[in-house]
């Protein structure tokens, strides 16, 4: 059995878009399709995961809406489903930027200039550029292109506290990447809105860069959003820069905490993941609620029990 998963945005209105994330959802299980969507009224972002079969069907049904025609799909052949699960929910934003306002960016009325990834390879050696990663923490310690500034911060929600440090950059050309390209999209319309005048994104995002471009300079690995956690993106010149939490040890390997009231994201040694059964801490180690270590480091999410009132 063949499968694929599908990672792909749009930013399109969606009238009613809770009742639309209500009529997804039954859609994508009738298709047996698992994985995770947020619907807002600005459009859709998605992962998901099935057969070759179930996944085509549901790219001719996205792109069959005339609201998503547009919609680029990044394709990934697995061996097995990405999800266990499907969700599929409405929220306010399809990535949270942060703001108060978040009218004040619309990335269909302005954003930044889209780089596909060669002109991206070639561009991001140049003198004048400033290469900056918008993911958060977790993401970029796991892999990031070569030189990169990197953010410290825990979430994008987070990005608009940068925008002052940022400012030293103002007369450079600014190419921004994250992981699909969505992130960017409000990173850039934001920066463009704070007076940067030269801001480029890498259209597709890392993972379409390893896929056109053989992921040239990006060192590590790609930090993804399902049951996989961490991808391969560099078939050129391929390096691992993350380390273990523990021991300091490099590893590419990255894990959620067994302990669910932590569940941080960290790369961990497989011997430091037997020794601390996933965990990331003694204490954590010693939680009564720790879950079972099997290998993997990734848990179906577990609902926080309710106190009594």
């Known amino acids: 059995m063949k499968y694929n998963t599908l990672l792909y945005y749009c930013y399109s209105p969606i009238a009613d878009a809770e009742q639309f994330a209500a009529d997804h959802l039954k859609f994508c299980k009738s298709l047996n399709l698992v994985g995770r969507i947020i619907v807002a009224d600005e459009g859709l972002n998605g992962t998901v995961s099935g057969t070759a079969e179930a996944c085509k069907a549901y790219m001719e049904h ?23 699960k499907m ?23 302005q954003t930044g200039k889209h780089l596909e990834p060669k002109e991206f390879s ?31 911060i825990d979430n994008f929600r987070d990005f608009p ?11 450079k050309k600014v190419l921004t990447y994250c992981t699909g390209g969505i992130k960017c999209e409000k990173a850039s319309a934001l920066l463009l809105h704070h007076g940067f005048k030269d801001v480029y994104q890498l259209h597709g995002g890392i993972i379409k860069y390893g896929k056109e471009a053989g992921g040239k300079d990006f060192e590590g690995k ?11 993106v560099n078939s050129v010149n391929p390096q691992v820069i993350s380390t273990c939490l523990n021991c300091g ?3 590419p390997k990255m894990i959620n905490c067994a302990n669910p009231e932590c569940n941080e994201h960290f ?30 480091g990734y848990y179906v999410k577990v609902p926080q029990p309710v106190a009594n009132k």
């Open 161 to 171: 506290d940068q925008i002052e440090a940022l400012a030293q950059y103002k007369d």
């Open 122 to 152: 070639e561009m991001m050696h140049d003198e004048d550029v400033v290469v900056l990663d918008v993911r958060s923490n977790y993401e970029h310690n796991l892999g990031k292109f070569k030189n990169a500034v990197t953010l410290d």
């Open 222 to 232: 790609c930090y993804v959003f399902d049951n996989r956690i961490a991808v391969d």
């Open 62 to 84: 996205i792109h069959a809406d005339e609201r998503f025609a547009k919609t680029e799909f990044k394709i990934d052949q697995v061996e097995e489903p990405s999800f266990i």
């Open 249 to 251: 040890t490099t590893t």
């Open 267 to 296: 790369t961990q040694c497989d011997e430091c993941g037997e020794k601390m059964q996933g965990c990331c801490s003694v204490a954590c180690m010693e939680h009564p609620r720790r879950r079972p270590y099997d290998g993997t």
């Open 87 to 109: 969700h599929c929910r409405y929220k306010q934003e399809i990535v949270h930027s942060g703001l108060r306002d978040s009218s004040i960016i619309d990335p269909n009325k």
